[in-house]
C-alpha cells in the first residue's frame, strides 16, 4: 500500500503572521492518479502546492516523495526529484518565444548547462523534444511568438508545456485553465487526461470548475480554511453535506 | 539546410565584419585623408591618424568595458552598481605592480586576472541573499570602499591617492606615444576577441539561461536551474572583461584617475549600453562609440555648455530609443521580417519590461 503512494504531505503546517494558510494538512496522492484539490478561495490550495513543490519551506511538518524526504530541498531541485509545477499566475519567460520558453525547460535536466563554448543550436536533442511538446499542447503556430504577446490561453498552453518539457513523474497543476474562454477548456482537460493516461503520469489538479473536477479526479481533497475537510472519490465527495455547506459559505456552488 | 547555412551566417555577421574591416582600415584611411603616406602611419608620426587611433583605443576601452557590464545587467539582470570596481581593480593593479613593483606586462596581466576572479566571487557572496535594488546598494558599498582605499593617504604610495597614479613606465612595445598603431590593434584585437566570447557565451545553454534569469528567475528556478551558479559565470566573465579594460586603460593613460573607481564611472557603463541598446552585447560597442564621440565632439565645438547638452542628447536617446540604437533597430528589422524571427532568439528588452509582469 505505501509504494502505492507517490508523494505525500505529512501534517504540514504554513503559520503567514497571525494566519495558519495551510493548518496541519496531510495528504497522499497515489502513483498514477489524478488527485484533486478543491476548496472555496484562500483555502490554502496554493500555499498547500507551494509547499510540496518547494516553493515555500513549512513551518512544522515534512513532504515526501517516493518516501523521501524533500521537505528541507530548495526548490530548484524540484524538478529533478520529477515533480513538475505550474503556477496559477502565468509564470514565463514573458520577452522569450514560445519555442525558447519550453527548450529552457527541456535543457535544464541534460548535463549541457555550463556548456558556455558551444551554441545551445548545437543542441538538438532539447530542440526536438521542445517541438514535441510544443505540438502536444498545440502551439506550433506560435513557436517564434514572443511569451508576452500570446493570447491568454495560449499562455496557459505554454504554462502547461513549460512543465511537460522535462517528462516528470508528478505533475501539478494550479488552476491551470485559470482565465481561459471556456470554449478552449475541454481541450485543455483533455489534453490533461491524455497525459496522464498514456504517460502514467501522476497528476495533482487545483481546479474550481467542479464539472471537470468531477469527471477527472480519482480522489478529491477538500480544503477549507487551511485543514483537509474532506476526501474521497468524486461521488462521495458530491454526496458529503460538510463539503456542501463550505461551499454554500463561500463563493462556489457544487452543481452536477 | 547546408545550403541556406552560409548566407544566413554571413547576414549575421556581416554588420561586425564591416565594421570590423574599417576598424583595421582606419588607421591608414585617416593618414591618407590627410596626406600621410601608410610608411609614416606605420613609424608612428604625428599627425591625424595618431590622434584618431588614441581617440579609437579610448572607444575600445569604453566598449569592453560597457560590454561587461552588458553581461550582468543587460543579460543576466543582475543590477550592479559597484561595476566600476571591476574596471578600476584592473587598472589600478596593473599601474601598481608595473610602477611600484617593477612587474613585467605578462606576470602583471596574471595577477590582473587572478583578481577579476576574487572580485567576482566577492560580489557573488552576497548574491543568495539580495536581489534586485538591494544588490546595487551592497555592491555600491563594496566598490565605495574600494574608492576609498584609492583615494586613502595610506595607500598613496601606490595609487596616487586623489591626484591619481601617475609616473608608470609604459610597456615598450605597447608604449601609447611611440608604438600607438600597435597599442591601437592589440586594444581592437582584445576587443573583437572578448565580443566574440561573449557572443558565444550568449549564445550557449549557460548564456540561455542568465537570459531566463533576467526574464523571471523564480521560474529558472523551477526548471531546475541553480541560478546562482549562472549569475557566477556571468559575474567571472563580466570582471574578467572589465578588468582587462582597466588595464588596456592603464597602459594607455598617462595618469590612471582615481574616477574610474566612483559611482559615476558604474553610470558610464549604464548609460553606454541605455545608448546602445540594453542586452544586445552589440550596442555596447556603438554606445560606446557615440559616447565617446559624443564627449569629444561637443567638448571641443560647445566648450562650456557642453555637458549640459550631453546630458540633453542622453534624455532624448533614452525617451526617443527606449530600446537603445540597436535594440531598436533590431526591433525595427524583425517587424519587416516578420515571420522570420530567429530560432529561440530574445526579442529586444529594456530594463523595466520585467517589471510589466
Ligand atoms: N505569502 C503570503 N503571505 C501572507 N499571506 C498569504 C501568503 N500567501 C497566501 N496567503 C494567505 O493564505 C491564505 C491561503 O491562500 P492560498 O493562495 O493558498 O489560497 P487558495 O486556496 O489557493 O485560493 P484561490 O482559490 O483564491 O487561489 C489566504 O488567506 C491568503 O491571503
Ligand atoms: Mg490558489
Known amino acids: 500500500m505505501s509504494s502505492d503512494v507517490i508523494f505525500e504531505a505529512v501534517n504540514l503546517r504554513k503559520q503567514f503572521g497571525a494566519l495558519a494558510a495551510v493548518d496541519g494538512v496531510s495528504i497522499q496522492v497515489r502513483r498514477g492518479s489524478l488527485h484533486a484539490i478543491i476548496g472555496p478561495n484562500g483555502a490554502g490550495k496554493t500555499t498547500l502546492f507551494n509547499l510540496m513543490s518547494g516553493n515555500l519551506k513549512p513551518t512544522s511538518g515534512r513532504v515526501l516523495f517516493n518516501g523521501r524526504d524533500i521537505t528541507r530541498e530548495p526548490v530548484h531541485r524540484t524538478i529533478h526529484f520529477g515533480i513538475g509545477r505550474s503556477f496559477q499566475i502565468t509564470n514565463i519567460f514573458p520577452s522569450l518565444t514560445v519555442f525558447e520558453n519550453i527548450r529552457l525547460a527541456a535543457q535544464a535536466l541534460g548535463r549541457d548547462n555550463f556548456k558556455f563554448w558551444r551554441s545551445a543550436t548545437h543542441f538538438t536533442r532539447y530542440e526536438a523534444r521542445t517541438w514535441e511538446v510544443i505540438e502536444q499542447v498545440g502551439l506550433t503556430a506560435r513557436a517564434h511568438t514572443a511569451a508576452r504577446t500570446l493570447p491568454h490561453g495560449d499562455q496557459r498552453k505554454l504554462e502547461l508545456g513549460v512543465i511537460l518539457a522535462p517528462d516528470p513523474e508528478v505533475l501539478m497543476l494550479d488552476e491551470p485553465t485559470a482565465g481561459m474562454a471556456s470554449e478552449q477548456v475541454p481541450e485543455l482537460i483533455a489534453l490533461i487526461q491524455q497525459i496522464q493516461k498514456t504517460g502514467d503520469k501522476t497528476i495533482m489538479l487545483v481546479e474550481h470548475n467542479m464539472n471537470v473536477v468531477m469527471n477527472v479526479s480519482d480522489t478529491i481533497t477538500v480544503m477549507h480554511m487551511g485543514k483537509v475537510l474532506a476526501e474521497g472519490a468524486p461521488a462521495a465527495i458530491a454526496a458529503n453535506p460538510a463539503v456542501q455547506t463550505a461551499y454554500l459559505g463561500g463563493l462556489y456552488t457544487l452543481s452536477f | ?357
Open chain 2, 1 to 357: 539546410m547546408t545550403a541556406n547555412l552560409s548566407p544566413s551566417l554571413w547576414r549575421r555577421w556581416r554588420g561586425l565584419l564591416i565594421t570590423l574591416a574599417a576598424a583595421l582600415l582606419l588607421p591608414f584611411v585617416v593618414g591618407l585623408l590627410e596626406g600621410q603616406p601608410p610608411t609614416a602611419v606605420l613609424a608612428n608620426s604625428a599627425g591625424v591618424s595618431k590622434f584618431v587611433q588614441g581617440l579609437a583605443i579610448e572607444v575600445f576601452i569604453f566598449a569592453l568595458y560597457a560590454l561587461s557590464y552588458d553581461l550582468i545587467f543587460g543579460i543576466t539582470g543582475l543590477l550592479s552598481f559597484g561595476h566600476a570596481m571591476f574596471f578600476a581593480v584592473g587598472a589600478y593593479l596593473t599601474g601598481a605592480l608595473i610602477k611600484s613593483f617593477g612587474l613585467p606586462l605578462w606576470q602583471t596581466l596574471i595577477w590582473v586576472t587572478f583578481a577579476s576572479v576574487l572580485q567576482a566571487l566577492l560580489f557573488s557572496v552576497v548574491l543568495p541573499r539580495v536581489k534586485g535594488i538591494t544588490f546595487a546598494l551592497v555592491t555600491l558599498g563594496m566598490a565605495s570602499v574600494f574608492h576609498l582605499m584609492i583615494m586613502s593617504r595610506e595607500l598613496g604610495e601606490f595609487t596616487g591617492a586623489d591626484v591619481g597614479l601617475q609616473g608608470m613606465i609604459k610597456p615598450d612595445f605597447l608604449n601609447p606615444a611611440t608604438e600607438r598603431l600597435r597599442l591601437y590593434y592589440v586594444a581592437l584585437a582584445l576587443l573583437v576577441t572578448m565580443y566574440y566570447l561573449f557572443k558565444r557565451f550568449v549564445d550557449s545553454p549557460t548564456g540561455r539561461v542568465c537570459v531566463a534569469i533576467r526574464e523571471n528567475e523564480g521560474r529558472a528556478l523551477m526548471l531546475g536551474y541553480n541560478t546562482f551558479r549562472f549569475k557566477l559565470a556571468a559575474l567571472l566573465l563580466s570582471s574578467f572583461a572589465a578588468a582587462l579594460a582597466g588595464a588596456l586603460y592603464a597602459i594607455y593613460q598617462p595618469i590612471i584617475s582615481p574616477h574610474i573607481a566612483s559611482l559615476g564611472f558604474t553610470v558610464t557603463a549604464l548609460l553606454i549600453i541605455l545608448i546602445g541598446g540594453v542586452g544586445t552585447l552589440q550596442g555596447a560597442l556603438v554606445g560606446a562609440l557615440v559616447y565617446r564621440l559624443l564627449d569629444f565632439g561637443l567638448r571641443r565645438y560647445m566648450g562650456e555648455s557642453a555637458s549640459f547638452v550631453n546630458g540633453l542628447i542622453y534624455v532624448l536617446i533614452v525617451i526617443f530609443l527606449p530600446y537603445g540604437i540597436v535594440g531598436t533597430w533590431r526591433m525595427k528589422s524583425l517587424q519587416l521580417r516578420q515571420g522570420w524571427a530567429k530560432i529561440g532568439d530574445a526579442i529586444p528588452w529594456k530594463p523595466n519590461d520585467g517589471a510589466a509582469r
